[in-house]
T-cell receptor
């Protein structure tokens, strides 16, 4: 089955800096890659996603890039703000399933004012 | 506002007890999921259902069962709770239409934190 590795497990940045979180996946047939943000004590929420036929997607301060050859994808947050502090999870939907998302273990991002 | 509601936020049970975790969604979604969230392990899929009375095992189904008698309700059952099932349980749902476009956009509930003593 699909295996998703996520790095780093913790990341601390100064307000205004950029943050990058990276994930690798094992199933070359995976075709959908979402990112979820979970603030402390709250439910995970989708912040951005990308399909395998697209190399990059941007939404204001966040962007996701996908390298299918290397089987990795990354979340980029620019001009970080304290409210960006949260746990971020990447996920991949394997080619053999329409339903199953395999999640990474999460990255705790702390933005220091 | 769309909602996935988990009936219990916090439960404390004893080893060997039967535990029911209930999840209801009001978005008319076809797909429903149960995940388990543990620190350092991320979210792991226990079971999912793509239709009433249909269910499929996820990555860690051992010790769990599920029930989906109505479209809006998906229950997770621990037949005989054990201490290693102490965890946060997250229910989620997604529409079939999203799957047809290649995505699987999950809406999560607030979670049920289960402690087994």
């Amino acid at each position: 089955g699909e295996n998703v590795e996520q790095h780093p497990s913790t990341l601390s940045v100064q307000e205004g800096d950029s943050a990058v979180i990276k994930c690798t996946y094992s199933d070359s047939a995976s075709n959908y890659f979402p990112w979820y943000k979970q603030e402390l004590g709250k439910r995970p929420q989708l912040i951005i996603d990308i399909r395998s036929n697209v190399g990059e997607k941007k939404d204001q301060r966040i962007a996701v890039t996908l390298n299918k050859t290397a089987k990795h994808f990354s979340l980029h947050i620019t001009e970080t703000q304290p409210e960006d502090s949260a746990v971020y999870f990447c996920a991949a939907k394997g080619g053999g399933s329409n339903y199953k998302l395999t999640f990474g273990k999460g990255t705790l991002l702390t933005v220091n004012p | 506002d769309v909602k996935v509601t988990q009936s219990s936020r916090y439960l404390v049970k004893r080893t060997g007890e039967k535990v029911f975790l209930e999840c209801v969604q009001d978005m008319d979604h076809e797909n429903m999921f149960w995940y388990r969230q543990d620190p350092g392990l991320g979210l792991r899929l226990i079971y999912f259902s793509y239709d009433v009375k249909m269910k499929e095992k996820g990555d860690i189904p051992e010790g769990y069962s599920v029930s989906r008698e109505k479209k809006e309700r998906f229950s997770l059952i621990l037949e005989s709770a054990s201490t290693n099932q102490t965890s946060m349980y997250l229910c989620a749902s997604s529409p079939m239409l999203a799957l047809l476009s290649g995505a699987n956009v999950l809406t999560f509930g607030a979670g049920s934190r289960l402690t087994v003593l």
